[in-house]
Each structure stands twice: as C-alpha cells, then as structure tokens.
C-alpha cells in the first residue's frame, strides 16, 4: 500500500546501545523529517532531509544520526542510546512548500 | 524564532457543546496554517490547511479555523462536539517560502459522553 510507513513499531533497548528507526514513503516526496513526541512538549523536530544525500538539524539532533541515501527511506540512528530518549519518533514526509506533511504511525522506543 | 503558542492545554467538554481552540504565533511574514489531529494511539493527521484566499477554512469531520491576520491567530472551532472528537490537536504554523513548520505544544481534548 502506498503510504509512509515505520518499523519497528515498539522497541526496548538497553542504555548505551545503538538502535535504528526506519522510515519508508512512497510517494517520492522530497522532504522528510523525524521529529520525537514527549508529553508536555508536543513534537519536536530531531532531523530534517530536503532529498537524498541533503540533511540538516532540527531542535533536539544531539545523540542521533540520519542518513538519506534514497529518496524513499529515512533512518534515524541513536548511536548510545539513553533513558531521555524514551519516546514517541515520528517520521513525516511532504511535497514541501506546497503540501501538507503526511505522519507516519510512529515508533514507541523504550529505553531501560 | 518563530513560535506557536497554544494557550489552552487540556479542554474537557460535554457532547454537544462548542469547541474553540486557540493558536497563535509570532511571525509576521507570509504564513502557511495547519490544525493536526492525532486520535488515541495514532499517528497524526490533517484537519485543515490555510495557504491564502478567504480566511475562514473549512476541514474534515465539521471543523473549521479562521485566520485573523491582525491578530497573529488561527483558532479551531466546532459548533458541537462529539465523543469520537476525543483526541490531541496541533496547531502548526510555516513561514511563507519554507518547508519546515512549527509545532505548537498540543491541546488534548477530552469529550464526555
């Protein structure tokens, strides 16, 4: 089906080990984005891509990594990861200045 | 930097009765509007957008928002609301000629049956 899809949908880790968060879309949107949900402060933005090979920072990048090798996927790596990165990861993509972003179904990452 | 202020954080309303959500933000420039909604357990999704021409919107399941230039606002209304309404709304606010928008914080709303 056509859609943004995430995977792996829940995920308990360990502190100090890396876990990666995958994103997948399949309109071919140019723009995509991760952004982490933490009650009482809404979403906010970890780490932006406007094409492939083409990404930048948000508010909250420190203690994760992206890569954008295809347009399509958008992984999001917590090289160490830690308790404070316990959250909701949203992946989001959209056409950009003309369009709406389109969320995925989220990733429920728990750190231990 | 450009912010979204969502004043009320928790909403508890009986069904039936009429829903007015606040946003606003700080940038001055051109502006591109949004409302999200994001139900129990889900991902979430767009209510309504505001890109240009006449300011009051209409969007899905009965909303609508309408943007005040003068007063930096885009406030989400609905004359009745029902239990299904239960769920988190964003507001979210882009500066004309960029693709990165800004989230307010989220008001949850509860609706009683």
């Known amino acids: 089906d056509a859609g943004i899809t995430q995977s792996p949908r829940y995920k308990i880790t360990e502190t100090g080990r890396q876990v990666t968060l995958m994103c997948h879309q399949t309109w071919s949107h140019s723009y995509m984005f991760w952004y982490r949900q933490d009650l009482g402060h809404g979403l906010r933005l970890i780490y932006y891509s406007a094409a492939a090979d083409i990404t930048d920072k948000g508010e909250v990048p420190d203690g994760y990594v992206v890569s954008r090798s295809k347009t399509e996927n958008f992984p999001l790596t917590l090289e160490s990861a830690t308790r404070s990165q316990t959250s909701v990861y949203f992946c989001a993509s959209s056409e950009g200045l003309a369009g709406e972003q389109y969320f995925g179904p989220g990733t429920r990452l728990t750190v231990t | 930097a450009q912010s979204v202020s969502q004043h009320n954080h928790h909403v508890i309303l009986s069904e039936a009765a009429s829903l007015e959500l606040g946003c606003n933000y700080s940038?001055?420039?051109?502006?591109?509007l949004f409302w999200y909604v994001q139900y129990p357990g889900q991902h979430l999704q767009l209510l309504l957008k505001y890109f240009s021409g006449d300011p009051l919107v209409k969007g899905i399941k009965g909303f609508e928002a309408e943007f005040i230039k003068s007063k930096f606002s885009f406030n989400l209304r609905k004359p009745s609301v029902q239990w299904s309404d239960t769920a988190e709304y964003f507001c979210a606010v882009r500066k004309g000629g960029s693709y990165i928008p800004t989230f307010g914080r989220g008001t949850s709303l509860i609706v009683h049956p």
């Open positions: 940038y001055g420039g051109t502006v591109n």
